[in-house]
């Protein structure tokens, strides 16, 4: 959801779990004592967003950071980070770790070290219900208005397929609900966006997902590179989590389905 990755290059440098019962000591790998602080762009539902009070975060990474912050025997402080800029926020200690569905690649782990992966995503191509529009490949958004949010896989995609020669229309958004927003006023002909976040309004009548690509992205959580300690007892626990159910049992409270196979 956030640039697209191949799941081999985490598996080629994943580190050998280890176990994590021992609770951490506090301000051992954090940057500050008793917390675990998570940089977040809380507005890419359903993975993060705010509930209709508009302040306490929901979604999936946001109930996984809390569950990996307990485990380390450590609170979850979730800060509210531009998408544009989260990366940098890492870089100078505004917090521990990046849980916002950013996606593993090859070029960022030049600069960060990534968690194994927690959930594997693909592109969905989505259409107003009785648009009478339904394209059967990214081909067919050809002469189109296709809206996505920028600097995220999405944007990569379509950036893809124009390179292939497709012509198309972009409508870039900083959000992607804008993107989708857009589409349910008749001002763009299609949105691309992570099937992921279809999910969100896979419910919504204005709505219909017409085609969805493979997996081919994979997220996880971002850690400054030098934090090694953080990196090993993060990694242990989503192994953790994997194992005892845990994990499957986020992925039904926010996705109504198991995505284990997604990681696989």
């Known amino acids: 959801m956030k640039k697209s990755a191949v799941l081999a290059a985490v598996i080629a440098s994943a580190l050998v779990f280890t176990g994590c019962s021992k609770k951490a000591e506090p301000g051992e790998f954090t940057a500050e004592k ?5 940089g977040m762009e809380i507005g890419y539902p359903p993975m ?16 996984l950071g809390k569950a990996v912050a307990s485990r380390l025997g450590l609170e979850a402080e979730i800060i509210d980070t531009a998408w544009d800029g989260i990366f940098a926020g890492l870089d100078t200690n505004k917090y521990d770790c990046v849980m916002s569905a950013a ?10 070290d990534f968690s194994s992966a927690y959930i594997g995503n693909g592109q969905t191509i989505v259409v107003k219900a009785g648009s ?12 189109k208005t296709v809206a996505y949010q920028a600097e995220t896989t ?18 870039e958004f900083d959000k992607v609900i804008n993107a989708y927003d857009e589409l349910k006023l008749g001002r763009c002909d299609a ?9 969100n309004y896979a419910n919504d009548p204005a ?13 996880g959580i971002a850690i400054r590179k030098g934090n090694s300690l953080l990196l090993e007892k993060i990694n242990a626990v989503l192994e953790e989590m994997k194992n005892d159910g845990t994990m499957k049992e986020l992925y039904l409270k926010v996705f109504n389905t198991d995505l284990s196979d997604t990681i696989k």
């Open 132 to 143: 009478g529009f339904k394209p059967a490949s990214p081909k067919d958004l050809e002469g």
């Open 48 to 63: 993060e967003y705010y509930d209709t009070d508009g302040k306490t975060p929901c979604g999936f990474d946001v109930e």
């Open 191 to 199: 949105v691309v966006s992570d099937a992921l976040v279809y999910a």
């Open 154 to 171: 999405s944007d990569l995609f379509m950036e893809k397929q124009a390179q292939e020669g497709l012509k198309f229309t972009p409508a």
């Open 207 to 219: 709505y219909e997902s017409v085609w969805v690509g493979d997996a081919d992205e994979y997220f």
């Open 34 to 38: 008793g917390l675990l602080k998570i």
């Open 103 to 112: 996606t593993i690649t090859p070029k960022r782990l030049e600069s960060m």
